[in-house]
């Protein structure tokens, strides 16, 4: 019976991971391309109605898009209370921002 190296268990990993990243490049290759109409769609309603940013998570108000938080959300509850939802640590705190209205 033949010993098992560890250069060989590497071998298959790095073969596996190098099948996932090609067919996850693929799939998103020809998912675009069969999907190209809704894309244009989508495109053209963010266009029309001037639609923000993407919801990034979905955990918490002040969290799930940044360009329209407001700088006291984060501690609404209390002036000191800690984080506690997982996308504090992911997101850097809202700068201050102005805005020519004109």
Do not use: W
């Not at 250069?7 to 099948?19: E, K, N, P």
């Not at 495109?43 to 955990?59: A, I």
């Not at 509850?77 to 700068?95: A, C, I, K, N, R």
Request: glycine share 4%; with cysteine.
């Amino acid at each position: 019976m033949m010993k098992t190296r560890k250069s060989d268990i590497f071998l298959v990993v790095l073969a596996v991971g190098m099948y996932l990243v090609i067919h996850l490049l693929l799939h998103s290759y020809f998912s675009f391309r069969n999907n190209g109409s809704q894309i244009s769609e989508r495109r053209s309603l963010v266009e029309k109605y001037g639609l923000s940013d993407l919801c990034l998570f979905t955990d918490s108000q002040y969290s799930r898009n940044p360009a329209l938080t407001d700088l006291s959300a984060p501690f609404q509850d209390h002036p000191v209370s800690l984080e506690h939802f997982p996308s504090g640590m992911l997101m850097p705190p809202v700068g201050r921002r102005t805005y020519d209205l004109d």
